[in-house]
Nanobody
Framework: VQFAESGGGLVQPGGSLRLSCVASGSIRSLYSMAWYRQAPGKQHNLVAS???????YYAQDAKGRFSISRDNARNAVYLQMNSLKVEDTAAYYC????????WGQGTQVTVSS
């Protein structure tokens, strides 16, 4: 399975973005899917995850601002990001939990005024 992320861009603080991730194969067998982000020179950090049952988990700084969803029929995972902050600036990736599948190219999110 390979992942293709999209939807990033430049946005002002307080703005919103919706990220999309489409897998090249079925994600139905992947119990938990997640969005990760990576700042320059740092490792991938989990932002949000969602199980096949729809149970979501959010990192502390994403709670109340981000919403993760998945569509197994479309092999897709989404991340709605609201009230974006400068510190959300990073490259965003999707992967399984644990992240043991190849990383995609990611999508860059830059929050700046």
């Amino acid at each position: 399975v390979q992942f293709a992320e999209s939807g990033g861009g430049l946005v002002q603080p307080g703005g919103s973005l919706r990220l999309s991730c489409v897998a090249s194969g079925s994600i139905r067998s992947l119990y938990s899917m997640a969005w990760y982000r990576q700042a320059p020179g740092k490792q991938h950090n989990l932002v949000a995850s969602i199980t096949n049952a729809g149970t979501a988990y959010y990192a502390q700084d994403a709670k109340g601002r981000f919403s993760i969803s998945r569509d197994n029929a479309r092999n897709a995972v989404y991340l709605q990001m609201n009230s974006l902050k400068v510190e959300d600036t990073a490259a965003y990736y999707c992967n399984s939990v644990p992240s043991n599948l190849p990383w995609g190219q990611g999508t860059q999110v830059t929050v700046s005024s």
